[in-house]
């Protein structure tokens, strides 16, 4: 029986980060890695796509990071979608923040690229 390849969506305001995280989890883990500059794409994408989970930058001009997931939860084609945010803001009040509007896990900036994919996995309790 074959596995599904798992995709995931990558919502980041800076490219440089959003190619070096989405290489390294094609690489590492060998999903299939969607992105967006910005939560509004980012939300028509996953509507549209319907990723296996949406790894969120907090810290975006548009739509922050809550703005993004709240609209993501309020939306009956993307509420079921696991979010795991990525960000330099990640102090306790933050992160309950990010817990609070329903974030399966938080990882912090700068990211371990060689152990992106495997947090992410441990998040969602994926196998890799």
């Not at 590492?28 to 939560?39: I, N, R």
């Not at 993307?78 to 509007?101: C, G, H, L, N």
Request: charged share 25%; proline share 4%; aromatic share 8%.
């Amino acid at each position: 029986m074959t596995t599904k390849t798992k995709r995931v969506l990558f919502i980041d305001d800076e490219e440089d980060v959003r190619a070096l995280a989405c290489f390294c989890i094609e690489l590492e883990a060998g999903w299939k890695m969607l992105s967006a500059s910005g939560g509004r794409k980012g939300i028509a994408i996953a509507e549209t796509e319907q990723p296996d989970a949406i790894l969120l930058d907090a810290m975006m001009p548009d739509l922050d990071g809550l703005q993004t997931i709240a609209q993501l939860r309020a939306n009956p084609k993307t509420q079921q979608i696991p979010v795991v945010f990525i960000t330099a803001k990640a102090q306790a009040s933050d992160r309950r923040r990010f817990y609070a509007a329903g974030a399966k896990g938080v990882i912090n900036k700068p990211f371990d690229s060689l152990t992106l994919a495997s947090q992410i996995a441990g998040f969602l309790g994926w196998s890799q």
